[in-house]
């Protein structure tokens, strides 16, 4: 079984609709990451949280908000999605550590 | 000025060259470095890190410059399992997200 799991995996909208997606681990780690990638712009941050009890804005966190509902679970809705969200999102996880592992994207499509 | 900057390419190589791709960043104070790889339609996954002495692991070598900020990702005897995009990685501390570049893409041809 994958460590880190993305739910759903791909996924159309429309927008104004309220979504979102979900992001679980079984490595055990504190730290958990939600990134956008769009062609040309690379990955960008969203959120991340250190552990249960913290939540930080990342470089790109307008029309986003973030849930860590335990140290296994992060999600990520959009309130009011619009076209410009259409992207592929990663969430990631860590230990203390530089290194991230990657759950294998959601690719979001906002008609 | 972008934190981490790559030349996104395409570098189209021949099985069997050698190639060379370079990173800036622009953060004196950044302490941790590392070359991400990405398949087509697929989740980063950490090639390798990059330490000051300079590292190498099988047909790769990792370079850094700390006077120039800059970092350096060379692979021999290309194959073509080796075309994908090589994002650059940079991160302050242990306590400070990573801040990727936005890729260079390789492809390797037969």
């Known amino acids: 079984d994958a460590d880190v799991t993305q739910t759903p995996r791909n996924r159309i909208t429309k927008t104004g609709k309220r979504i979102m997606l979900e992001c679980s681990q079984t490595k055990g780690h504190d730290r958990m990451y939600w990134y956008r990638q769009d062609p040309g712009l690379g990955l960008r941050l969203i959120y991340y949280s250190f552990d249960v009890k913290d939540i930080n804005k990342g470089e790109i966190s307008d029309g986003y908000s973030v849930s860590r509902q335990a140290q296994a679970k992060f999600s990520l809705s959009l309130e009011s999605a619009i076209p410009n969200q259409t992207a592929l999102y990663f969430c990631a996880t860590s230990d203390s550590g530089p290194q991230q592992y990657f759950g294998p994207g959601t690719r979001l499509t906002v008609t | ?110």
């Open chain 2, 1 to 110: 000025r972008k934190e981490v900057e790559q030349d996104p390419g395409p570098f189209n190589v021949p099985e069997g060259a050698t190639v060379a791709f370079n990173c800036t960043y622009s953060n004196s104070a950044s302490q941790s470095f590392f070359w991400y790889r990405q398949d087509c339609r697929k989740e980063p996954k950490l090639l390798m890190s990059v330490y000051s002495s300079g590292n190498e692991d099988g047909r790769f070598t990792a370079q850094l410059n700390r006077a120039s900020q800059y970092i350096s990702l060379l692979i021999r005897d290309s194959k073509l399992s080796d075309s994908a995009t090589y994002l650059c990685v940079v991160t302050r501390s242990g306590n400070t997200p990573l801040v990727f570049g936005k890729g260079t893409r390789l492809s390797v041809i037969a």
